[in-house]
């Protein structure tokens, strides 16, 4: 699962299917399918961790899940970003840039919300103290995030 990484992509923020993630209270930015196709096709499906920044602000923790569309018959792949923070609004057609840095687990199926909202917050504690290690920390300063021209794609 980490032979791609440290993985860089950049790209719109689409509206995805509704799954109600607002709903659990955790929102997921959802890449475009052209960005989610230039993905290496044998990256692993589950959740990673990294860093993410919407247009030029500023760099935050965040979980990322990459898995099956359902929307496409579960033929596609999906690439949603959960930044760890709070937003005043939503910011679709914004430039989304994300560093994947680690894994975390492989995709599950919960037979409960309440299953599947703990597991989150799980992913999201474990995300949160595996980026203030120094090795995770210094990619936050990493030009990728300062300079909108740079490399759309990974380096
Ligand atoms: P959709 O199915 O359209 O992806 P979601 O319920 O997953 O809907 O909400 C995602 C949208 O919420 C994002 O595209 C973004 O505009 C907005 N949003 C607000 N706060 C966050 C956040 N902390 N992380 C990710 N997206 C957020
Ligand atoms: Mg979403």
Redesign the pocket.
Known sequence: AMRHLPYFCRGE?V?????G??ELGI????FSEQVVESFPSDISTGVYYGWACVGNGDVHKMVLSIGWNPFYKNIKKSV????I???KG???GEILSVVILGYIRSEKNFTSLEALISAIQEDIEEAKRQLDLPEHLKLKEDNFFRLPEGKPVNH
């Open positions: 923020v509206k995805g299917f509704g799954r993630s607002k929102p997921t930015a959802n949603e970003t959960h930044i923070d709070t937003f939503d910011f679709y």
